[in-house]
């Protein structure tokens, strides 16, 4: 038997995927059934990578998802339209659909799940969080049996490899950016890594799929990694800690009911945490449930080639399921998406966490007791109250706090912010 | 619908997989479709931590693997036999088969899966390796696309338990190990855990999986940790290792044909390698391939909540299967064993690998003259001689070499340990 493939997008993903599909030899023997159908692409003109021959290629990618040959499209465009129309229209002509569109299933997830299970077809989407990291497929196979409790991870690559590159060598963000950029690390236009929304995606994507309900995309609070300073990087260090930009979903049972936090923002995480060993572009993820406990995964976030490795296993694992069963009954409750209601999201005041702040004040022996004073008032207990440096003529004042209540934390600062010993407070950051 | 499932043994995993079954609630749906049919144990009398209706409770288990009534064998027994005949009976009596039984698996699993093919029928075993962490499926299903260059990972709990002890407690091997007897992190008999066995098993299995043959457990290179010293582990320390039991299975492309490494023994591993950070009795398993690069599952490798997790997620897969296909035309060829061919193994002669070696000697300053010679005549070049302490009236001398073939370095050792200023060769172990 052969299955036949309709790629549409032929760029750094899809050029990855049909390296891995037009030389089989030495990987799994299904890929020897799998074949490149159609090719869909905006400019026909393009030097490309690898030769296709030229009736592969074409600019009409409607003409892929109906095209009554093809078994699979794998959606490899990025960007919410045409992905979006395609995926749905390539369901509604009864395909199986393969994508790793995170922006695309973040947002229209609801929809396009909706009508695959109306149609009997899979959407898989193991390459849209971790890169080449077996992640998505894990969750919904192998951690199903288990109460999760938390998701946290590292899911972009981008800023991972900003704040390693900033701790590593004592630089600043927009230097490193400017790095990056030359790299192509980061692309010309940064806000999607830079700002959170690439994580904020992902975040939903897992939050969605580990806690069994639809997730709302916009109800992901979302800090990026621009006002993280070198500063602030030195100062985690000595206490202990690296700053990671954490994608975090949480199952917090408040009295009534079941609410999940849901977030994105640098976070400090001491360096024994398995998470604080992710550097560069790697990602990782850490899945806590009963009666598991904590499980990791980690590998590369991103690229062509682990990117690829993750599409074309999602393709091979629907071949697999056309092989065996032939016409499905069902959909595989594990393999398709059964949500019906949506999450229940906790408002971050609510959230309890501890917190880092750096303050630049005049007066430093009075100072430290209107600090306590303050935060004393507003129910934060401080951990630690450390004087580090000195800034121009202003003092450097860092404090971490026990849990507290983010709520409280900002009522505090806003009293605290009023003083007349305190110049600013440059640097809030969130302590795992 | 409702599955039926069979248990056979109602031990630590048996009642780890009763207690998620029996307590769906914030877990996977599907698990509401799955009931307990009948246990089978060894004696009825003994006390439980889990309540059954006594008429689930058997000592017939034939009569289970042969029961019309269930779906879905689950084979938490351990040993050899009678493990091994009810799995084939169960297979012959056309039911799925679910083991957590490495030493089963690693020994008949060609048996096994061959019947299973015949008959039609899955044999999953997700627990087999690295307890709750997910890490044979996702050889399966997710990484498929890669050419796999090697998998190595610290796969038994117990050892790793010991060797982080002794490391951070500067303890020695016979201690640590009646402390974890104690403990019960390690049993009466210690022998397959600390010999290697448990691991050679485990990597056995991986092996297969990864490189698509089938592999002879005996011929797994083995070498446990007993001989691993305090000593040992505070040098390596200082030169920047830490020292675990590694399983490894790699891939060697020799002038004219694939061949395997396949070995378990202690191992001086870099304090900045991802491996080096999994303490205690979690597991972690590195998989490198092409184009993926390199990933890592890590999490707990036993217990009851954790193997029981992994059990579940396998019944779970099966229920999936029969739920949306019903009748198969054939076994999913990513879930399924299709190896025909043996993997050709290295021997270990052949081996390339860096060692380090401890010496025991008299008369420093013409000692390591004489060394640097005696390694040279082999072609073994040292990357670093050092001579670390005085153990009595005789000198420490440690030496960590550049990549030798295992032969050359062997014959090295040979001619060394006949050099008069040579007292002993206390350790010798190969370097990541
Ligand atoms: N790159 C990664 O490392 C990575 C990692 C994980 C997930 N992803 C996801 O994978 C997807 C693809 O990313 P990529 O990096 O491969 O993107 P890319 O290099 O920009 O490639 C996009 C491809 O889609 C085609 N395309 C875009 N819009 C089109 C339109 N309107 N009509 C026809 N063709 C169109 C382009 O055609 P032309 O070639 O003619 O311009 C190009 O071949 C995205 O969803 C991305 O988020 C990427
Ligand atoms: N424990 C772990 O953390 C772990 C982790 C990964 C994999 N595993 C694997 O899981 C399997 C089970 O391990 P376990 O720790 O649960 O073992 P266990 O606690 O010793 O339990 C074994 C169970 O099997 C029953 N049994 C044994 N031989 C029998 C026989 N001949 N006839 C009838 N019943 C028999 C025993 O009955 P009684 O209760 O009547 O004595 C007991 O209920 C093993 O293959 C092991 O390698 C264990």
Do not use: W
């Not at 030495?26 to 692409?41: A, D």
């Not at 299970?117 to 192998?142: D, F, M, R």
């Not at 994580?199 to 997730?215: C, E, H, P, Q, T």
């Not at 604080?276 to 899945?287: E, K, T």
């Amino acid at each position: 038997m052969t299955f036949k493939i309709g790629l549409l997008g032929f760029g750094v993903v899809g050029t990855g995927t049909a390296k891995i599909l037009l030389d089989p030899f030495g990987r799994h023997p299904v890929l020897k059934e799998i074949t490149i159908g159609r090719v869909g692409v905006r400019s026909l003109d393009k030097p490309r990578e690898i030769e296709l021959s030229p009736q592969l290629l074409t600019t009409d990618l409607e003409s892929i998802v109906t095209d009554p040959e093809i078994d699979i499209i794998v959606e490899l465009l990025g960007g919410l339209e045409p992905a979006r129309s395609l995926i749905l229209k390539a369901i509604a002509s009864g395909k199986h659909v393969v994508t790793a569109n995170k922006a695309v299933i973040a947002r229209f997830g609801d929809e396009i799940y909706a009508k695959a299970n109306e149609k009997g077809v899979y959407v898989l989407l193991e390459a849209a969080v971790g890169g080449g990291i077996p992640v998505i497929k894990p969750l919904k196979q192998s951690l199903g049996a288990n109460r999760i409790s938390s998701i946290m991870g590292i899911v972009n690559g981008t800023t991972n490899y900003i704040l390693t590159e900033m701790s590593q060598k004592g630089a600043d963000f927009s230097e490193v950016l400017a790095k990056a950029q030359e790299l192509g690390y980061a692309e010309a236009d940064p806000t999607a890594d830079v700002d959170g929304f690439d994580a904020a995606d992902k975040i939903a994507i897992l939050a969605s799929l580990g806690f069994g309900g639809r997730v709302k995309r916009e109800d992901v609070y979302c800090e990026g990694i621009r006002q993280v300073s070198a500063v602030d990087i030195a100062y985690a260090d000595r206490l202990g800690f690296v700053i990671k930009l954490l994608a975090i979903a949480k199952d917090t049972v408040k009295e009534d009911s079941d609410t999940l936090e849901l977030r994105v923002h640098p976070t400090l995480v001491p360096k024994t945490h398995p998470l604080a060993n992710a550097n560069g572009v790697y990602n990782a993820i850490l899945v806590e449930g009963e009666p598991l406990g904590q499980v990791m995964f980690y590998g590369p976030g991103a690229g062509s080639g682990p990117t690829a490795s993750a599409v074309v296993s999602d393709v091979m694992n629907i071949v697999g399921i056309l092989k065996s069963s032939g016409k499905t009954k069902e959909l595989d409750p594990l393999l398709s998406c059964i949500h019906q209601h949506y999450c229940q999201i906790a408002p971050m005041e609510d959230l309890s966490t501890r917190f880092y702040a750096r303050f630049l004040c005049r007066d430093v022996p009075g100072v430290i007791g209107h600090l306590g004073m303050a935060f004393g008032d507003h129910g934060v207990s401080l951990e630690s109250v450390v004087q580090i440096g000195i800034r121009g003529d202003l003092a450097e004042i860092v404090v971490v706090t026990h849990d507290v209540r983010e709520g409280n934390f900002r009522n505090a600062l806003a009293a605290i912010e009023s003083l007349e010993a305190i110049d600013s407070i440059p640097s809030i950051l969130r302590v795992l």
